[in-house]
């Protein structure tokens, strides 16, 4: 084969290179990614996937647009309903929406953070926040998420953005209403302890009463008792005795003499 018949086929692969170099008939959408194919200014009906897509040099080209899942720390000054200032820090997750990229990018185009995302999660954030008075927003942080999400999820899902999480991570009052915070909650604390303490002495002086009661009760079975039956009291006398003969200054009886002379037993 002469060098003629060489310089043919190699001219030819030189000249494709060239031409795939220059004119560039070939895009790549990469992963976690969504193609929008523009074609003379006109965005095309659907999102391309990911892998290699051809396209008409100098006519058309695409755009990729990301679709992964975003996550994003920010913070927000507002004020809370009883007008105090608070400094809220939060996290949202979202994505664009893959099968609505190219209506994104026709619509916004590729700044759809700034233009529709933080607008509307910032006002989300300051609706939600300015119901609930400071104190209460500290002890009902987990619900007040839970709304913003809600709402989030409703206003975004329709200009193809998905929330698919949001989270208050810290919420910072001024220094003087912190204070005030915990020195009311010190005063509450004071008070449960010693509201405690009164129910504790008011049950205790009640079991009292019940024994006073109770005991003032068997005192008076017992003295009606003793009215009743002579030889009960008698009984009684014998049971408080320690054996020891009393002695007295003027005669020499003996006490309950009656009632042993009544016990023993005559002799026939």
């Not at 095309?44 to 008409?56: A, M, R």
Request: include cysteine; charge should be positive; hydrophobic fraction near 40%.
């Amino acid at each position: 084969m002469d060098s003629k018949n060489l310089a043919t086929p190699v001219m030819v692969t030189l000249l494709l290179i060239v031409f795939i170099i220059i004119c560039n008939p070939i895009a790549i959408v990469g992963v976690g990614e969504r193609g929008v194919k523009v074609t003379l200014g006109q965005v095309s009906p659907q999102s391309y996937t990911e892998g290699i897509h051809l396209i008409t040099p100098f006519i058309s080209k695409i755009k990729n647009m990301d679709v992964k899942t975003q996550k994003t720390y920010i913070q927000t000054d507002l004020y809370t309903k009883d007008i105090q200032q608070a400094k809220i820090s939060y996290v949202i997750n979202y994505n664009l929406q893959p099968q609505n990229a190219h209506k994104m990018y026709r619509e916004v185009g590729t700044g759809y953070v700034d233009n529709i995302l933080m607008p509307v999660v910032e006002g989300t954030i300051k609706d939600v926040i300015g119901k609930w008075n400071a104190q209460d927003l500290v002890a009902n942080r987990e619900a007040a998420t839970i709304d913003i999400l809600g709402k989030l999820q409703k206003h975004l899902e329709p200009r193809y953005i998905n929330v698919t999480g949001f989270q208050i991570t810290d919420i910072n009052y001024s220094g003087g209403f912190e204070r005030a915070i915990e020195s009311k909650v010190t005063a509450e604390q004071e008070a449960l302890k010693a509201k405690n303490r009164t129910v504790q002495i008011q049950e205790e002086a009640k079991q009292k009463i019940i024994s006073a009661e109770a005991e003032a009760k068997s005192m008076a079975i017992r003295a009606n008792a003793l009215t009743q039956n002579k030889a009960l009291v008698e009984y009684e006398a014998v049971q408080k005795w320690d054996g020891k003969l009393p002695e007295y200054m003027m005669g020499n009886s003996i006490p309950f003499l009656n009632i042993a002379t009544s016990a023993a037993p005559k002799r026939r």
